[in-house]
């Protein structure tokens, strides 16, 4: 079954599809943004959905997202810093799969 997500635009379709009962590692790898420095500092922020054991590496960052209802689409926010001082944003957006 697909599921429609309406005229979205593809910058604000989701990322990944999850189970509302699920609680699943997503991981984002900044290798290509942050070339050869590594990753200092790692923060999240949750729109619609909880974070939980939270995670980097020099290159990686990770986080369980759980708490995702039916249909919506959540948001976690990982804003990193560099060895160099720079600082990168993404966004994962997740929605919930209806059952």
Not at 37 to 43: A, L, R
Request: glycine share 8%; aromatic share 6%.
């Amino acid at each position: 079954m697909s599921t429609d997500y309406g005229q979205c635009n593809p910058v604000n379709a989701p990322d990944k599809e999850q189970d509302p009962s699920d609680a699943r590692t997503h991981t984002i790898s900044w290798v290509d943004r942050i070339k050869n420095e590594t990753i200092s500092t790692s923060s999240w922020t949750y729109e619609s959905c909880t974070g939980a054991s939270e995670s980097n590496t020099d290159n990686t960052t990770s986080a369980v997202i759980s708490g995702i209802s039916e249909g919506v689409l959540a948001k976690a926010k990982n804003t990193v810093t560099t060895s160099g001082g720079q600082t990168f944003s993404k966004t994962l957006r997740v929605v919930g799969r209806v059952q």
